[in-house]
C-alpha cells in the first residue's frame, strides 16, 4: 500500500531559523512525484515544492528545498530563514505519474516564534 | 488566470439530509479530484474525473458520488448524511494525467452535519 508518514506533528522555529520537516512514504512504483503543500489557516492548498522521483538534484524554491532519498523513501522540507507568513499546515504528498490521485500525510503544523 | 472555485463555502446540513458541492476548475484543466478533509483522518481522497469519466475512487462508501459536466465543471453529493460526514471537502483541479504533476486546490466547502 502507499502511504505517507509525517512524524511531527507540530513544530515551531523562531523567525529567521531554519527548519525542517520529515517525510517518509511507502511505494513500489518508479515513476511518481513528491510534493509539499502549504495550507495557511485561510484554507487554500497551495504547492510549495515538487520532486521528480527520476531527478537525483533535490528541487529547491527559493527558501524551501528538499532533501530526497530515494532509497530510503525519505523526503524532508528545509525552510530556511522562517518568516511570520511560513505559518501553516503543511502536507507531504506523494502521486504516481499516470495517476492524478494523491496521497497525502497527516500534516505538521509549524509554528513561527517572533 | 482564475482559480479553482468551490461553492457553496460553508453550509449547514441535518443528519439524513443530502448536499451536493461544486466545483470549476481553472480554465483548460480537464482534471478534477475531490479530497475530504478532517482533523482526525487528514486528507482522504474521494474520486478523480477527467473528460466526464470517473477514472479513480477512494474507498468511500456509496452515498458519496460525483459527476463531471463537459466543461470540466464537476459536482460532487452526498446523501444520507451522517455526522462523520462533518469536514472540508477540497476540490482539486490539474492538466492532463502526467504533465506537471502539480494539482491546484479551491477554497473549500465546509460542510456541517447537526
Known amino acids: 500500500a502507499q502511504t505517507v508518514t509525517q512524524s511531527q506533528p507540530e513544530m515551531s522555529v523562531q523567525e529567521a531559523e531554519t527548519v525542517t520537516l520529515s517525510c517518509t512514504y511507502d511505494?513500489?512504483?518508479?515513476?511518481?512525484?513528491l510534493f509539499w503543500y502549504k495550507q495557511p489557516p485561510s484554507r487554500q492548498m497551495i504547492l510549495v515544492i515538487r520532486?521528480?522521483?527520476?531527478?537525483?538534484q533535490n528541487a529547491t524554491e527559493n527558501r524551501f528545498s528538499v532533501n530526497f532519498q530515494k532509497a530510503a523513501k525519505s523526503f524532508s522540507l528545509k525552510i530556511s530563514d522562517s518568516q511570520l507568513g511560513d505559518a501553516a499546515m503543511y502536507f507531504c504528498?506523494?502521486?504516481?505519474?499516470?495517476?492524478?490521485?494523491?496521497?497525502f500525510g497527516k500534516g505538521t503544523r509549524l509554528h513561527i516564534l517572533p | 488566470k482564475a482559480g479553482v472555485t468551490q461553492t457553496p463555502r460553508y453550509l449547514i446540513k441535518t443528519r439524513g439530509q443530502q448536499v451536493t458541492l461544486s466545483c470549476s476548475p481553472i480554465?483548460?484543466?480537464?482534471?478534477v479530484s475531490w479530497y475530504q478533509q478532517t482533523p482526525g483522518q487528514g486528507l482522504q481522497f474521494l474520486f478523480e474525473?477527467?473528460?466526464?469519466?470517473?477514472?479513480n475512487k477512494g474507498n468511500f462508501p456509496g452515498r458519496f458520488s460525483g459527476r463531471q459536466f463537459s466543461n470540466s465543471r464537476s459536482e460532487m453529493n452526498v446523501s444520507t448524511l451522517e455526522l462523520g460526514d462533518s469536514a472540508l471537502y477540497l476540490c482539486?483541479?490539474?492538466?492532463?494525467?502526467?504533465?506537471?504533476?502539480?494539482?491546484?486546490f479551491g477554497e473549500g466547502s465546509r460542510l456541517t452535519v447537526l
Open positions: 482539486a483541479s490539474s492538466l492532463q494525467t502526467g504533465r506537471t504533476g502539480e494539482l491546484f
Open positions: 511505494t513500489s512504483e518508479s515513476d511518481y512525484y
Open positions: 520532486q521528480e522521483a527520476y531527478k537525483q
Open positions: 504528498a506523494y502521486r504516481v505519474r499516470r495517476d492524478d490521485k494523491i496521497i
Open positions: 480554465s483548460g484543466h480537464r482534471s
Open positions: 474525473y477527467f473528460s466526464e469519466t470517473q477514472r
